[in-house]
């Protein structure tokens, strides 16, 4: 998985506006690459707890308890770095969303992922 965060995004657009390149569509995402796994992981440290995997099989639809499709492809973002060298770190990035979300948490709208897997995985 690739991501991005929000505050390079918009940074990316004020570069593009700014510098009115004449390639019109790119791809925007950190260059790293990491594993759902990984991003578990990290997601997991960064708000201080230890992570604990379950096997789930494939008899399971992976979209009844995981908000991500199960699919890989990556990102070629060297047109975006030729213009925006420096993006936020991930761990930087989830650091700051999990802060916001602490303060803002009554306007995401979560699905019950936790639910479904008591209710059917346990």
Not at 21 to 47: A, D, M, T
């Amino acid at each position: 998985m690739q991501f991005f965060h929000i505050h390079d995004l918009c940074r990316f657009i004020d570069i593009i506006l700014k510098n009115k390149p004449k390639q019109h569509i790119f791809n925007v995402g950190n260059k790293e690459v990491v594993s759902i796994r990984e991003w578990v992981e990290l997601c997991y440290h960064i708000v201080g707890k230890t992570v604990e995997f379950i096997n789930v099989y494939e008899n399971v639809e992976q979209r009844n308890y995981f908000s991500f499709y199960d699919y890989e492809y990556y990102l070629d973002v060297s047109k975006q770095y030729s213009l925006m060298k420096e993006v936020k770190p991930l761990s930087e990035g989830l650091k700051e969303s999990f802060e916001w979300y602490q303060h803002n948490i009554d306007k995401v709208n979560k699905k019950p992922f936790f639910k479904y897997i008591d209710h059917n995985m346990v």
